[in-house]
């Protein structure tokens, strides 16, 4: 299998009853918009909120519920790789997302009977299910973590120019050509502008991987116009975009 991926944006108003999901194909990446998630994994459970971010393993029999009701964000499914930090180069050790700062989960399991409990599982990019007549987290096997966004270091004032958006990086799925990822995870969180009258723009440019932006919550600077929380914008490869006229002026 080579290595890809695809976005896609979920909106879920029921909760996974009697019943779990397994990716074998790849890993997914899910971040919440709107509404928490409870996740429960073979690895303990995850308490999941809009501005925190999970990752789930390929393989791992998962379950999600809605504490809040109905729920909405953005899952990125990766294949062929697994995301790791980026390269930090000069900035050091401890910048951007820090390892100490990502999440366990808490250990739980179930020992309970089911009637029956029905396992999704993904392969190949079709479905197929099977039922049991037991919870697949009848044992805690703990070995993962999750991020608190808001525990990301943002690097802001710039001397010209738009600085790349691989400042921003929270994770990375590299690959083998060089500058290019088969997927960044990239985060534009609230900054301390302390520089007035610096604010610069992206150009209008165009790039060798596509660039698929969600809106957790607040607003993007270079979009000023109609880009509301929920929202997503997708440029494909080599597709040229930049802000809109209300950002420029």
Known sequence: MGKYYITYRYNANKSMDNCAFCNADGDFLIVPQQGRLLITTECGRLKVSPGEIAII?????FSVNLPDGPSRGYVAEIFGTHFQLPDLGPIGANGLASPRDFLVPTAWFEDK?????TI????????F??????????VVAWHGNYYDLSKFCPYNT???DHSDPSINTVLTAPTDKPG??????VIFPPRWLVAEHTFLPPYYHRNCMSEFMGLIHGGYEANADGFLPGGASLHNCMTPHGPD?????
């Not at 393993?57 to 029999?61: A, I, K, L, Y």
């Not at 099977?130 to 919870?135: G, K, L």
């Open 57 to 61: 393993p390929h393989g791992f029999r």
């Open 113 to 117: 009977s089911y009637p029956g409990y």
């Open 120 to 127: 999704v599982q993904k392969f190949g990019g079709e479905l």
């Open 129 to 138: 299910d099977a039922v049991q007549d037991f919870s697949p987290f009848n």
């Open 158 to 160: 710039v001397l010209f």
């Open 180 to 185: 290019v990822a088969l997927l960044d995870f």
């Open 245 to 249: 006229t209300k950002s420029y002026e």
